[in-house]
């Protein structure tokens, strides 16, 4: 492991690492406007939501390294408190970032990337109308963590009024993942696209207290075979299998040479507690 001292060694590395490390992160794509009423989008990938009552996004604009200048996205907000932030999907993502251009001020990034402006109810600001999702927000805050170039400025945002294209939406009101097809920034030129084979469920423990990896046998934990995943599953079990469930069940392997590659599958597959309870069997009968 390689150590990197921010404080001694400067921050010249941060960026960098930061924004690779600190990946996947949502999109926002800030539409903002100024006291003579030009409108400016830009995309922020320094972005997420911070809580629901009152619903809070925020987002940060970081000042030039290189021009020490700040954002127009910033000056506008400053300017005029509101802001309009559009959600970014993978058919949106040359448009978006051809909108990250650092155009003039005054310039319309909605007009130079192609995307259509439609007026809001309570803001100033327009949203896009490609978008499935946009808020219309109140600025509230604005914190500057420092003043040199490189520095962020978190814009916290109160939302007054959500735009949601019905179709991705589900009976149960939220926003449906797999239609979404949203886009997350990595490091570098790199994104990620949330889709397909990328998404996956992981069950919330909200209705029930697993019993934690660490109440489970030291054999099974010192796994070579068992992922922490595995393990992170088991652990989400309520309870041990008792003695006499391990005793009795007909739960078998014809190989015992491979009862945790075997486990491992049976986890994989949704059988948690027969593969826990084939781990216990074999250690039984050793």
């Known amino acids: 492991m390689k150590t990197i001292d921010f404080e001694s060694e400067g921050n010249r590395q941060a960026y960098a690492l930061l924004s690779s490390a600190i990946a996947p992160r949502p999109i926002a794509f800030a539409s903002t406007i100024d006291q003579e009423g030009r ?46 932030i559009s959600m970014v999907t993978y058919s949106m993502v040359e448009q978006m970032s051809l909108a990250s251009t650092a155009y003039e001020k005054g310039v319309n990034e909605y007009r130079k990337s192609g995307f259509h402006e439609v007026p809001s109810e309570k803001i100033k600001p327009p949203y896009v109308k490609e978008s499935p999702a946009s808020f219309e927000c109140r600025v509230v805050q604005i914190i500057e963590t420092g003043p040199e170039g490189g520095a962020g400025s978190l814009v916290i945002c109160e939302v007054l009024v959500a735009h949601v294209d019905e179709d991705f939406m589900k009976p149960e009101g939220v926003l449906d993942a ?34 934690g990896v660490d109440a489970l046998p030291d054999f ?6 068992l992922t922490g995943n595995h393990l992170g599953k088991l652990g989400n079990l309520e309870r041990l299998p008792s003695d006499q469930e391990v005793q009795s069940s007909n739960i078998m392997t014809n190989d015992q ?11 994989d597959d949704g059988e948690v507690m027969e593969a826990l309870i084939l781990l216990m069997k074999k250690k039984l009968n050793a």
């Open 178 to 211: 797999e239609k979404l097809d949203l886009v997350g920034r990595m490091g570098e030129n790199w994104y990620c696209r949330a889709n397909g084979e990328a998404l996956f469920e992981v069950e919330k423990p909200i209705r029930k207290k697993g019993i």
């Open 39 to 84: 409108v400016n989008l830009s995309p922020f990938s320094f972005f997420n939501v911070f809580g629901a009552n009152p619903p809070t996004l925020v987002f940060a604009p970081v000042r030039s390294a290189r021009s020490m200048q700040d954002k127009d996205t910033l000056l506008n907000v400053k300017e005029v408190p509101e802001v309009a």
């Open 220 to 225: 099974i934990k010192e796994s070579t075979i």
């Open 257 to 267: 040479d491979k009862v945790h590659q075997v486990a491992k599958q049976m986890i």
